[in-house]
């Protein structure tokens, strides 16, 4: 299977969290702020150069109000 921070589903939820972002509104910079890290944070992972994990992911869910189980699901299947 690889490396997951390569597969098509990591990339989608990617693709579901930058969208989540564009239409909170919110830059980069600001989204860091809120959850306490420093930009470069936001821009590894929507880059894919770092990989999130769950905690994370719900982190940044919450903060985009993004609704995860929908993310999911459509990660899922």
Same mark, same amino acid.
């Given at each position: 299977? *690889?490396?997951? !921070?390569? =597969? ?9 969290? !930058?969208? &989540?972002? *564009?239409?909170? #509104? ?8 809120? /959850? *306490?890290?420093?930009? =470069?944070?936001? =821009?590894?992972?929507?880059? *894919?150069?770092?990989?999130? @994990?769950?905690?994370?992911? !719900?982190?940044?869910?919450?903060? /985009?109000?993004? @609704?995860? &189980?929908?993310?999911?699901?459509? /990660?899922? #299947?």
């Amino acid at each position: 299977m *690889g490396k997951t !921070i390569y =597969s098509e589903e990591y990339k989608r939820l990617l693709d579901f969290l !930058i969208e &989540a972002r *564009g239409k909170t #509104g919110l830059t980069q910079q600001q989204l860091a702020k809120k /959850l *306490g890290k420093p930009q =470069s944070y936001i =821009s590894k992972y929507e880059h *894919g150069e770092r990989r999130l @994990d769950v905690v994370e992911f !719900i982190a940044i869910a919450k903060i /985009l109000k993004a @609704d995860m &189980a929908s993310i999911v699901k459509a /990660l899922s #299947g």
